[in-house]
């Protein structure tokens, strides 16, 4: 997990006013790493051309069998329009919970309360709603 403070403008954009922050946490997507057998990876690099270990290194391993029977990169942008269908999230309650989590030890910003309008609002124009949290923090 990331988090990162918006712009002011943004944040204004949002309904965020001073002297709160609009905070962004952004979540990895929990991929089946196992689901790809040690045959498909065979397979796939011989459909490149390498050995098995480079390939392993070049998609990394976030990576699942995409729709035409190739392995693929699983980007947060490909599970998001259900290229990996087999990616996890956790729920807004446990986002929530885990950025709580992370601001209470944090010395440059203060949670103030989780507001899901807020985040359902900003999540939807920002994009991968699966994979991020917005809250409003007391940030100085």
């Known amino acids: 997990m990331t988090w990162t403070t918006a712009s002011a403008k943004m944040a204004r954009l949002m309904g965020v006013e001073a002297p709160l922050s609009l905070v962004m946490f952004t979540f990895s997507p929990m991929l089946a790493h196992s689901s790809v057998s040690e045959a498909q ?49 956790l729920t807004v309650a446990q986002r929530a919970a885990a950025a709580q989590s992370i601001l209470d030890q944090s010395k440059r910003c203060r949670w103030v309360g989780f507001d899901e309008g807020l985040n359902v609002r900003v999540s939807r124009a920002a994009g991968a709603e699966a994979f991020t949290l917005w809250v409003a923090a007391d940030c100085r």
Do not use: Q, Y
Request: glycine content about 12%; proline content about 2%.
């Open 41 to 89: 990876w065979a397979k796939e690099a011989a459909r490149l051309g390498i050995d098995v270990g480079t390939a392993k290194v070049i998609l990394g391993p976030d990576v699942d069998v995409s729709r035409d029977g190739n392995l693929a990169m699983c980007t947060m942008a490909a599970i998001a329009e259900g290229l990996c269908g087999k990616a996890r999230t």
